[in-house]
């Protein structure tokens, strides 16, 4: 059972900015992605990365976000900038396995989570003043 585990979630001003970190214990996902679900909303996609490090972001965080892959192919960072109090929620990391050796593409509808294999327990993002 492949494991995810998030990490730099915390508490932040309006405007400020926070790096999330995402490890697996796999080392060849074909996508990895950041979601985020707030009290009373539905889960969101945010930013997705394939194995060959092409990136998928959402509009309504365009802009602000960075995904990235770690050296060792097992870290994904999300680097999230200019922070406002709606970011405020439960950020997820999420890795779908590679179906085949050619399978190294996000899926189109990666940000809508259904495509995804393994998810993280999440990790507390607060924007506040």
């Known amino acids: 059972q492949v494991q995810l585990e998030e990490s730099g979630g915390g508490s932040v001003q309006p405007g400020g900015s926070l790096r999330l970190s995402c490890r697996t214990s796999?080392?060849?996902?074909?996508?990895m992605g950041w979601f985020r679900q707030s009290p009373g909303k539905e889960r969101e996609g945010v930013a997705a990365?394939?194995?060959?490090?092409?990136?998928t972001y959402a509009d309504s965080m365009k802009g602000r976000l960075t995904i990235s892959q770690g050296n060792a192919g097992n870290t994904v960072y999300l680097q999230m900038n200019n922070l406002e109090p709606e970011d405020t929620a439960m950020y997820y990391c999420?890795?779908?396995?590679?179906?085949?050796?050619?399978?190294?593409?996000?899926?189109?509808?990666?940000?809508?989570?259904?495509?995804?294999?393994?998810w993280g327990k999440g990790t507390l993002v607060t924007i506040s003043s």
């Open positions: 796999e080392y060849t996902s074909a996508c």
């Open positions: 990365i394939d194995y060959d490090g092409r990136t």
């Open positions: 999420a890795a779908r396995r590679r179906r085949s050796l050619y399978d190294t593409a996000c899926p189109l509808s990666v940000l809508n989570g259904a495509t995804m294999d393994y």
